[in-house]
């Protein structure tokens, strides 16, 4: 099965894989059902997680039921313990930039959030927009989720310049990357051209970047307040390994 499903993530368009997937998780939810392990998001649990990755496998991570990854859980995790996104009585502006399958319908019919997803292929999105030119005003969202997303974009400096402009002051973004903290600096290079030696060196064929720890520092320097918040080190490690968590993943916490 860990096989098959490897094969299918990787060889299946992601529009197509989005639409497969609301039919394959009630099935393989039943089918792997446990006491094992939990998805918060959902509060399921099972006997085993999905198998997920492109460069190296990891076992237990994809959730049966949300198909959430670690970062999801992480990121749920937060939001839901730290902050009022769930709870605001103030209807809050959220734009959520390549709306993961996990949050998009929790998301979607959240009372308390007017909810804006946008990305240049998703077919979750409601507005088709380049991250490096948002057809958004200055200043018009009080939280925005952008994860997974700039490791994929050659300019990620004008891309934050342009989440810090729409933000709104005194609102929070969250930007989640593949990070590698044991490098104090970011690694690119461009001549490295061929899919596979790029999947090799960044993680993923369409990645731009491994981030470093330099990541912070670099959103600070386009005027966010960054907090890293090293979440899973704050709850107890039972949690951490019930939720199939990444010990140790930073969460990047953004304020203008």
């Known amino acids: ?44 649990s099972f006997k085993m997680f999905l198998p997920y990755g492109y ?7 994809l959730s049966p039921s949300t198909f959430s ?45 007017n909810y804006t997803t946008t990305d240049l292929f998703s077919p979750l999105a409601d507005v ?12 018009s969202y009080d939280v925005i989720l952008c994860n997974h997303v700039l490791e994929h974009i050659p300019d990620d400096t004008k891309a934050m310049q342009e989440l810090y ?11 989640q990357i593949p990070q590698d903290l044991n490098r104090e600096t970011t690694f690119s290079d461009d001549s490295i051209t061929n899919q596979k030696d790029r999947a090799a060196i960044f993680g993923q064929y369409d990645h731009i970047r491994i981030y470093g720890h330099d990541y912070f520092d670099k959103l600070r320097s386009i005027g966010f307040t960054v907090i890293e918040e090293d979440y899973t080190h704050k709850i107890t490690a039972e949690l951490v390994e019930k939720y199939c968590l990444a010990k140790g993943e930073i969460i990047p916490i953004c304020y203008k």
């Not at 009022?84 to 399958?101: G, R």
């Open 128 to 139: 088709k927009a380049d991250i490096c030119d948002l057809p958004f005003q200055d200043n």
């Open 165 to 175: 402009r729409v933000l709104k002051p005194g609102g929070m973004g969250i930007f």
């Open 1 to 44: 099965m860990k096989k098959l499903f490897k094969l299918i993530l990787n060889t299946i368009p992601r529009p197509i894989l989005i639409r497969l997937s609301y039919v394959a998780r009630p099935v393989l939810a039943l089918i792997l059902k446990g006491e094992k392990f939990t998805d918060p998001i959902d509060g399921k």
């Open 55 to 61: 460069k190296k496998q990891r076992n237990n991570v």
């Open 69 to 113: 990854l670690e970062r999801h859980r992480l990121l749920w995790l937060y939001l839901n313990d730290k902050t009022d996104f769930f709870t605001s009585l103030e209807k809050k502006e959220v734009l959520h930039f390549a709306p993961e399958q996990a949050f998009y319908k929790l998301f979607r019919n959240q009372k308390n959030i």
